[in-house]
């Protein structure tokens, strides 16, 4: 087989062609589309639930899935910021790394219970979500700390810009590709991501193979977790407030953009590539209905047909395959 | 001189680096005694004089063994799986490992691979007995198994299967592609065969799977190479491929053990025969001391007759089932076909001759045309529904996806294509249907103390009774079975087909057999038909050819 019929059956390459096919489409409807600060801003949009998606790839990879990132992600931003308010702290580095350990020990609560228990990870992550979402409004507080309480140093993080062409650029962009890269490494050049790839694959042969399964299943809920307590503090440094109840719904955008990127949900399959692309494909579509002037009740339903269609077409693709 | 080589090899292996040269026999064990490298120590004169028939075992039973049993006993509760059992696996030999379903040889196994602990006795590994023996430790001493499912990846490809085991044992933590890619291509290279090395496995066939599997055992310094049934999911042609492989593996020092069924595969491939019957060895000689006879009364611990099915119909009546001019798709071409009443009908071909889609069109479930007709009357089948209808049963080839449900009860799998026999009304009528399992179970001769255990818990011939019984309680006029005893141990395989040529002899009923085993066909049709290509091209009569015959027209198919 050549090399590019070999490009052309990757999944990634026909969420490329439809991603360029739909811009240019935008484009001609509305060619104010291609103007920098418009590409800007949809570059921007697509950050946080970037990252959330990375999160939610390696545990789709694993065979898991993850439905408690959201929960953890306002968790850890939000008693990061009151943290910082309580102790008047002015800093980037320190709330960062406590809100990304936030995330860790709660993904690697949900490691528990999945591994030494084995529970289906769809019910450990609705349960974890639920009690960490329920403690955060009961004991810690409901109320939305806006920008007039916001640490500054968060503010002037999340909007560090950098000019191009006379656009201002989010330097969050590099923050999140410089994530992607490091997940992209880590899934196919260390020992531990292919182990991730093999546990989703088959964990008995994983097992029988060698491979730490145990070590695999706490490396991915708590790497998932870390992320998404990173990707929490970010949005609040971002959009300059501390919403408690804020990433509702966030489950089925970023499950969405991870399944339109060509990962599988049985596991064993999926690439950093293809999300990145799956994520800047739903953003766009997010990002067009609101320029249609499209209501907002009526994106939940685009949304919803895409996670269908695009699995279908996954589940189209390997039955395919197998005959 | 076959001794020498091994010895040559195991008296220069190096302590144990990662430079070793892929098929070192020794890997942090006793150095050779003597000059010769073996040592007749431990082996009894007894069994010297009265099993070496030929040269070459002589010089395996001379060395000393690899792995050695002596007297193990392995309990379950309620039961001995293994109850004092001598075994021993000499460098470089072949053995075949036989007996049926529970006889104690995957117990056997997996104490061999460090799975089992076991109970009594010894385990000696290079004549060192061993204690605490787990998957490692049998790894680290060269043993490897390959389990029926190939504990494959399905979604990696073929170069990272190859080398996950030897990046794992270096304990890496980085990966590079480009080594990955060698490994694998070395890995392919050994057993000199050419599989795309970037496909994913998911995509190869049954065959190709299984050699992934085979180089990749043979990744690490492998001294003893452990197949369960490998030859089950495999065509004829396929079987030659992987013999030829195992006797290059042979030639490479590297001992095999065979487990299986087959009988005619277990003659021609190994060149020592255990046979284990109710967790006991009962039978150990060079092959060459066997026939089928012996393996099966030695397995079963009776004589299994070889009758012959008789057909006494009347070749110009109308005939059960007529099929003219039958197009499938691509797959099945012009197919003209006829089953008289009684007539039990082989039909066998490679892989992808088209057998299966034409069994799959006469069932309703692969679009179709041409003329089908049922003790004359015309049918339109375009769907299973249409053929339960008309009297066509259909018993699949994986009864394990297709054809049980295994988290069911026996009564509830017996009834499922029968539901309407056990109704009042619209409600189940739970005592009738309890009534027509116990029936089944009974006609069917299902070992199980009652119908309510789960069906995923009989053992396979039990499941494929099950699977052929709910067919007779619709009342078929036509049954089609796609390899009806495969995986089925010999004993259980035998009643299997005694019912169904009983079945076609006692109500007229016509069957289809779809088949791999030759000697199955040839003991159970009257006729043999062989597809190639979706065509029939040769209409045997089963009671003049001969098994070599059959196997020599399957062979020269391409």
Same mark, same amino acid.
Request: proline residues 17%.
């Given at each position: 087989m050549t090399a590019l019929a070999k490009l052309l059956r990757r999944s990634e390459t026909a969420v490329l062609a439809i991603l360029i096919v739909v811009m240019i489409v935008i484009g001609v409807i509305n060619p104010a589309f291609w103007q920098a600060d418009n590409l800007f801003n949809l570059l921007r949009a697509n950050v946080v639930i970037g990252i959330m998606a990375l999160s939610v790839l390696t545990v789709m990879i694993s065979g898991g899935i993850d439905v408690s990132f959201p929960a953890f992600a306002v968790a850890a931003m939000y008693l990061t910021v009151i943290a910082m308010n309580a102790w008047g702290y002015q800093g980037v580095v320190l709330p960062f790394i406590g809100a990304t350990l936030i995330g860790l020990v709660c993904g690697l609560a949900n490691a528990v219970f999945i591994h030494t228990f084995r529970m289906i990870p769809l019910i450990v992550t609705l349960g974890s979500a639920s009690v960490v979402r329920g403690l955060l409004l009961g004991l810690v507080g409901t109320s939305i700390i806006n920008i007039d309480r916001m640490p500054p140093s968060l503010i002037a993080f999340g909007s560090s810009t950098v000019d191009v062409g006379g656009s201002k650029l989010s330097l969050m962009i590099f923050i999140y590709l410089g994530i992607a890269v490091l997940m992209w490494l880590f899934l196919t050049r260390t020992m531990a991501g292919r182990g991730v790839f093999a546990y989703g694959d088959d964990a008995e042969s994983a097992k029988r193979v060698g491979f730490n399964t145990r070590r695999t299943v706490y490396l991915v809920y708590g790497l998932a977790g870390a992320l998404a307590g990173f990707a929490g503090l970010l949005h609040a440094s971002m959009i300059w407030l501390a919403n408690p109840r804020d990433f509702v719904g966030y489950e089925l955008d970023v499950i969405a953009a991870v399944v339109l990127g060509g990962a599988s949900i049985f596991g064993g399959r999926g690439s950093v590539f293809g999300t990145i692309l799956g994520v800047f494909m739903l953003t766009l579509i997010k990002n067009s209905l609101i320029i249609m002037r499209v209501d907002n009740t009526w994106q939940g339903v685009v949304v919803g047909c895409v996670i269908v269609i695009a699995t279908a077409l996954t589940a189209w693709r390997d039955r395919k395959a197998l005959v | 001189m076959e001794h020498c080589r091994v010895s040559l090899k195991r008296g220069n292996a190096p302590g144990g680096t990662a430079a070793r040269p892929p098929f070192h026999l020794s890997r942090g064990f006793a150095p050779p005694t003597g000059t010769a490298g073996f040592s007749a120590r431990s082996v009894p004169l007894a069994r010297l004089s009265r099993r070496s028939s030929r040269p070459e075992i002589e010089a395996h039973i001379m060395a000393e063994p690899l792995i050695e049993l002596r007297a193990v006993t392995k309990r379950f509760p309620g039961m001995k799986a293994l109850d004092g059992v001598d075994f021993r696996i000499f460098p470089e030999e072949i053995v075949c490992l036989a007996g049926e379903n529970g006889s104690g040889k995957s117990t056997l196994i997996k104490i061999v691979s460090g799975i089992y602990d076991f109970d009594e006795g010894e385990l000696l590994i290079d004549g060192k007995p061993v204690t605490a023996f787990g998957p490692r430790d049998a790894i680290a001493s060269g043993i490897q198994v390959i389990y029926q499912d190939f =504990? *494959?990846?399905? =979604? *990696?490809t073929v170069a990272e299967n190859l080398a996950l085991n030897r990046l794992l044992s270096e304990s890496r933590t980085f990966v590079d592609p480009e080594h990955r890619r060698r490994l694998g291509a070395e890995a392919l290279a050994r057993l000199d065969v050419e599989i795309d090395l970037d496909a994913t496995v998911g995509r190869l066939s049954t065959a190709d799977r299984q050699i992934v599997a085979i180089a990749r055992a043979l990744m690490s310094d492998t001294r003893l190479l452990i197949m369960d049934e490998p030859t089950t999911a495999l065509t004829g042609r396929e079987v030659d491929r992987l013999f030829a492989i195992v006797r290059e593996i042979q030639a490479k020092g590297i001992a095999v053990l065979f487990v299986s069924h087959k009988m005619r595969e277990m003659l021609e491939i190994s060149e020592r025969i255990t046979v284990f019957r109710n967790g006991r060895k009962v039978e150990e000689g060079p092959t060459a001391e066997f026939n089928e006879a012996r393996i099966t009364r030695a397995m079963t611990g009776h004589d299994i007759g070889h009758e012959r099915h008789v057909w006494a119909g009347d070749d110009d009546a109308t005939p059960r089932l007529s099929v003219r001019g039958l197009n499938v798709g691509d797959s099945v071409r012009n197919i003209d076909l006829d089953l008289h009443r009684g007539e039990i009908v082989g039909l066998s071909g490679l892989l992808g001759s088209g057998r299966t889609e034409l069994a799959m069109a006469l069932f309703g479930m692969e679009p179709h045309d041409g003329d089908i007709r049922l003790d004359g009357m015309p049918l339109r089948l375009s769907s299973v529904q249409d053929a339960v209808a008309a009297g066509i049963a259909y018993v699949p080839e994986d009864r394990l996806s297709e054809g049980l449900f295994m988290q069911q009860s026996i009564a509830r799998n017996v009834i499922a294509s029968a539901i309407g026999r056990a109704t009042r009304g619209p409600f189940l009528d739970q005592g009738r249907l309890m009534q027509l399992a116990r029936d089944i179970v009974s006609d069917m001769r299902i070992a199980t103390p009652d119908v309510d255990k789960l069906a995923g818990q009989l053992s396979g011939g039990n499941q494929q009774r099950v699977v052929i019984g709910r067919w007779l309680l619709t009342g078929p006029k036509v049954l089609i079975l796609n390899g009806p005893t495969v995986g089925v141990d010999v004993g259980s395989k035998a009643e299997i087909h005694r019912r169904i040529r009983d079945l076609a002899a006692g109500t007229g009923l016509a069957v289809l057999m779809i088949s791999d085993d030759v000697p199955e066909l040839i003991q159970n049709c009257n006729r043999i038909l062989l597809m190639h290509r979706g065509e029939i091209i040769d209409r045997l009569d089963a009671a003049s050819v001969e098994e070599d015959d059959i196997h020599g027209r399957l062979k020269g198919l391409r």
């Open positions: - | =504990s *494959l990846f399905p =979604s *990696l």
